[in-house]
């Protein structure tokens, strides 16, 4: 689960499409410009529609939900406001952009805050008050009262209402209401789709869910993301089916401390069954003739029936093939390794750039009005992605040179995913962020062969 609104792209004005965009829902989010700031009535109003003081901290609901409240203080959703890579690059977009679009990405990120009217122009994150800093808080949900758009924070928020769930349990310490979209997937795609004001797609899981069997058969994004445990909703109540609150996607907080060393191994056991599940690799060696080009075919599926792989902010996840072929113990073909800085030899190498003609990337990229790649959206026009959609396959084939006299023939393939990339954690001035980057390996694929 992406989830994070790291970046936003400005610049195009005009809805661009991108090759797998297939969304039904193509109106680009109302705006109010007369500030000369950009505004959506509903995400980024002009004039605060809450006050942040009505919204209540998760330390409060901790004193009957310790449980929940546990959970969630190690997910990425407490981590929303305060990660630092979301902060730098908020920063660098206010600075580039003077303030005129900086409620953007805290329109998922703090809906209480941006609608509070914390989040306006040109502010600080240092000078935002705590309820804006807890993130995508246990209100930020609890006190949703309707979906009413797939995308861009477009739920409303009823902060003096009840508190809602998907459950029909009453509480005699706050008033309660049954809310069945809370266990829908509309309700996640109400943040974890993110489109530019200019129309240009930038995360969409949600819609690839609505295009997958996941979808057909009722299954939403919670059935993996909040599996279900039995247990008590508070101190005191009886056991019933409850919702684990750390919505484990792929992403660990890169602050030291901000999770103990336990959660943290939990969490990292969690992440990697999560990408052990999700795809597959196969590997095989044709036309494997001493003296020739052999033929190396890779074969990537995508286990997830609910959306691509990757998915969510996949123009900063890093998922790609290793393949090393080596003849009698030497190696003769390489694609997918890593520079001596830890970053694939990409256009974005600072030591090896384009130095890996083979590179296998199921990435996205953007590219700008000039048809170069950038890392910054906001200068960007065009967003194409390499994800592979739900249950599907597909196939590549890389030429091997075969010495001749060689004898023995062996390769190794390995399908790679990285959260992050860590040139642009450089770019950052996160040098140490970068080089503590995990690396997960999906799957795996061997070769081996004795040659005539």
Not at 3 to 30: E, H, R
Request: overall charge negative.
């Amino acid at each position: 689960m992406s989830g994070l609104l790291l970046l936003a792209v400005l610049g195009c004005k005009k809805p661009v499409d991108t090759d797998t965009d297939t969304d039904t829902d193509t109106d680009t989010p109302d705006t109010d410009t007369g500030d000369g700031l950009v505004h959506d009535p509903l995400s980024m109003p002009r004039t605060p529609t809450h006050d942040p003081s009505e919204f209540q901290s998760a330390q409060v609901c901790a004193t009957c939900h310790p449980d929940h409240v546990t959970e969630w203080s190690s997910s990425m959703h407490a981590y929303a406001m305060v990660d630092p890579v979301f902060q730098r690059l908020v920063e660098l977009r206010q600075v580039d952009l003077g303030g005129r679009e900086d409620q953007f990405c805290t329109q998922c990120h703090s809906a209480i805050g941006t609608r509070g009217g914390e989040c306006v122009s040109a502010f600080e994150f240092d000078a935002l008050p705590p309820i804006v800093l807890e993130g995508i808080t246990c209100e930020s949900c609890h006190k949703v009262s309707a979906v009413v758009r797939p995308y861009n924070a477009g739920h409303e928020l009823d902060p003096t209402g009840p508190m809602r769930g998907t459950g029909t349990s009453t509480s005699p310490f706050h008033a309660t209401e049954t809310l069945p979209v809370l266990g829908q997937s509309d309700f996640c795609g109400s943040c974890h789709d993110v489109r530019e004001t200019s129309g240009l797609p930038l995360e969409r899981p949600f819609a690839e869910w609505r295009e997958s069997r996941a979808a057909e058969e009722g299954r939403p994004c919670q059935s993996c993301h909040m599996p279900e445990r039995i247990g008590p909703a508070a101190i005191g109540a009886a056991d019933r089916t409850l919702h684990e609150h750390r919505f484990i996607g792929v992403d660990l907080p890169l602050t030291e401390g901000f999770v103990d060393a336990p959660t943290r191994e939990l969490m990292t056991q969690r992440i990697t069954a999560l990408l052990e599940s999700a795809a597959d690799i196969e590997l095989d060696l044709v036309e494997a003739t001493p003296g020739q080009l052999g033929t190396a075919v890779v074969t990537v599926h995508n286990r997830i029936d609910a959306h691509n792989f990757p998915t969510g902010s996949t123009f900063l996840r890093q998922v790609w093939v290793e393949l090393v072929v080596q003849a009698d113990g030497v190696t003769v073909f390489e694609t997918g390794t890593l520079d001596a800085n830890g970053d694939l030899r990409d256009r974005w190498s600072a030591l090896d750039p384009y130095g890996d003609d083979d590179l296998i990337s199921l990435s996205s990229q953007f590219t700008d009005a000039n048809g170069d790649l950038t890392l910054f959206s906001w200068v960007a026009t065009e967003h194409t992605s390499a994800a592979l959609s739900p249950e599907y396959t597909r196939t590549w084939s890389l030429f091997v040179p075969i010495p001749a006299g060689a004898q023995e023939l062996t390769a190794q393939a390995r399908l790679r995913f990285r959260p992050l990339p860590p040139h642009l954690l450089r770019t950052l001035g996160m040098t140490d962020e970068a080089a503590a980057l995990p690396i997960y390996d999906v799957d795996t694929a061997s070769w081996a062969a004795q040659l005539p």
